[in-house]
C-alpha cells in the first residue's frame, strides 16, 4: 500500500471514532432531561432595600 492510502485509512478511522464519541456524548447531555433555566431572584438582582422598597409600591 502507498504511503497516502494508510494516512487516508488511519484518518478516516480517526474521523469515524471521533464522530461516535460525539453522538454518544449528545446521548448522554439529552438523556438529563429537559433544561431549565435558573430561577430570578428580585434579591440577587437589586440591593435589597431597594427590592423592599419596589415591593412596597
Request: glycine residues 6%; proline residues 9%.
Amino acid at each position: 500500500m502507498d504511503r497516502s492510502k494508510i494516512v487516508a485509512i488511519i484518518t478516516g478511522v480517526i474521523s469515524i471514532l471521533l464522530a461516535v464519541a460525539y453522538l454518544v456524548l449528545v446521548q448522554l447531555l439529552d438523556f438529563r432531561g429537559e433544561m431549565l433555566p435558573a430561577p430570578i431572584e428580585p434579591g440577587l438582582l437589586v440591593p435589597p432595600e431597594i427590592a423592599t422598597f419596589l415591593f412596597r409600591l
